[in-house]
Nanobody, 124 residues
């Protein structure tokens, strides 16, 4: 079992930056991918960025490309999301998630370890 804890959310004006962190514990050696998802109020959850533990090129949703950067510290079992040029439409609860099987890394419904979420609010 893997436990994930997010931190770093908050409120920021449009154009600002935030850095989210996710600390993983438990059976982390089994993980193939960790990623960030978000869910705005009244909207379905969506994938934002995925990092491969193998070091393969991360995946980003088109809405955040060029603005968000996902990174990881495997030794520390940590995942980060640097969010720049934030927009009001980035407002959401952001979740860290993980999956063990690499072929599921882009099958977002397969992620089975989730954090409790951290709120990001961007004001116009």
């Amino acid at each position: 079992q893997v436990q994930l804890v997010e931190s770093g959310g908050g409120s920021v004006a449009a154009g600002g930056s935030l850095r989210l962190s996710c600390a993983a514990s438990g059976y982390t050696g089994s993980l193939s991918c960790m990623g960030w998802f978000r869910q705005a109020q009244g909207e379905p959850r969506e994938a934002v960025a995925i990092a491969y533990r193998s070091g393969a090129t991360p995946w980003y949703d088109d809405s955040v490309k060029g603005r968000f950067t996902v990174s990881q510290d495997s030794a520390a079992n940590a995942l980060y999301l640097q969010m720049n040029s934030l927009k009001p439409e980035d407002t959401a609860m952001y979740y860290c998630a993980a999956v063990q099987v690499e072929r599921y890394c882009r099958d977002f419904g397969r992620y089975d370890s989730w954090g409790q979420g951290t709120q990001v609010t961007v004001s116009s």
